[in-house]
């Protein structure tokens, strides 16, 4: 996946900030990424699946009354509620903050659409509510537009959709 250079926070993320600051204020100077040893992959598929199977999907204005904000879900959640609660999980495993950042993507309908994506060793992963498996980001029907940068969790950068040519099968190693 690249990145192209700094562009606008989504309006939920800069709400988000404002309640949750020090979420939003973790700089990161690592440029190594985590490795994905098989406990690592492990707790990447546990998490998507515990956080997928857990969380009912309801959209914001169904539990909050407002078209978009992003929260911890606790019982149900939008796709970015999900994707935050399964970074907030990873954290708490020691998975690196730079490593797992909030993306926005858009859908093959048009809709708008947030997902986690994780960088490791074997390249950027996608961890999805409306999949549940882990892919490898060039793998997926998404395009990309931008993400949280790796390095101020308080920034956003654009994405440059080119497709790589990561395989799947690469994730076994």
Known sequence: MTVTGRTSQPIGHYEFCQRYRAECEVRSSAEKR???SAKALNQLLSVNDD???????????????????????????DCEDLALLKRRKLIAMGWPVGDLLMTVVRQKNGDGHAVLTVLTDKGDLVLDNLDPHVKVWSQTPYTYIKRQSGFDTGQWVSIEDGRGSLEVSSLKN
């Open 51 to 77: 956080v997928n199977t857990r969380i009912a999907p309801a959209t914001d204005m169904e539990i909050y009354g407002k078209a978009e904000w992003w929260e911890y879900p606790t019982t149900r959640g």
């Open 34 to 36: 985590m490795r994905l």
